[in-house]
């Protein structure tokens, strides 16, 4: 079974530009999250989709971040303008329907703002 | 403000040794609390996991040690191995409509010298 697919792995931007990153779940997984994890400390919940609607976005700044889940599958999300306190690595899980306790994560996103 | 506080933020073991790490919590709502292992530039997996009605699980050289009067759980590595060098996180999940959000731990740092 392929395991949650990120691209890029790296990005390295200016602060005021834009970034888009994407994520393909495992098969079948109806729920998919986005983490962010700044340096030495644990991941942080930036939002939830379950399908294609949100479940919780609570945490995620809406002035410059947004993400979408079209189709209920792959999913991206965007940074926009980027400020050097986005620099971390930016995570996404999935985990299967009913069991959302239960995420599997993807190798992640390093993202580097200058 | 931080839902799961752990410690140590590190730990060095000599081969053989056992590596105890802990974490503590406030929300009596919390139904879950899984471990995950992080290796450099993987993303966490899940590693092994415990519900509030058991004090105990054990999968191999992994335990978990739970104390739910003292809102208490600790992860116990017998016999380390340099592989088992990682960053360990403790998570805990709350129940909410159609979402189970996980809160990590700021993790700990592992290291067994051979």
């Known amino acids: 079974e392929a395991g949650v697919a990120q691209s890029p792995r790296y990005k390295i931007i200016e602060k005021r530009q834009s970034v888009a990153f994407w994520c393909n779940p495992i098969?079948?997984?109806?729920?998919l999250y986005w983490y962010q994890q700044i340096l030495g400390q644990g991941p942080k919940l930036l939002i939830q989709?379950?399908?294609?609607?949100?479940?919780?976005d609570s945490q995620l700044p809406k002035d410059r971040f947004s993400a979408e889940r079209l189709k209920g599958v792959d999913s991206t999300l965007k940074i926009q303008p980027a400020k050097l306190e986005d620099s971390a690595v930016y995570l996404c899980?999935?985990?299967?329907?009913?069991?959302?306790?239960?995420?599997?994560f993807g190798p992640g996103t390093r993202l580097t703002v200058t | 403000q931080q839902q799961v506080k752990q410690s140590p933020q590190s730990l060095i073991v000599q081969k053989g040794g056992i590596s105890i790490i802990n974490c503590a919590y406030e929300?009596?709502?919390?139904?879950?609390f899984p471990w995950y292992q992080q290796f450099p530039g993987k993303g966490p997996a899940l590693l092994i996991a415990?519900?509030?009605?058991?004090s105990e699980k054990k999968e191999g050289r992994f335990t978990i040690s739970f104390n739910k009067s003292a809102k208490q759980f600790s992860l116990h590595i017998m016999d380390s191995q340099p592989g088992d060098s990682a960053t360990y996180f403790c998570?805990?999940?709350?129940?909410?409509?159609?979402?189970?959000?996980?809160?990590f731990g700021t993790g700990t740092r592992l290291t067994v010298i051979p």
């Open positions: 415990i519900r509030p009605d058991v």
């Open positions: 098969s079948g997984h109806a729920t």
């Open positions: 998570a805990a999940s709350i129940p909410q409509t159609g979402a189970n959000n996980l809160f």
């Open positions: 929300n009596t709502a919390f139904d879950y």
């Open positions: 989709f379950q399908n294609n609607g949100v479940v919780d």
């Open positions: 899980a999935s985990s299967p329907w009913g069991r959302s306790y239960e995420q599997y």
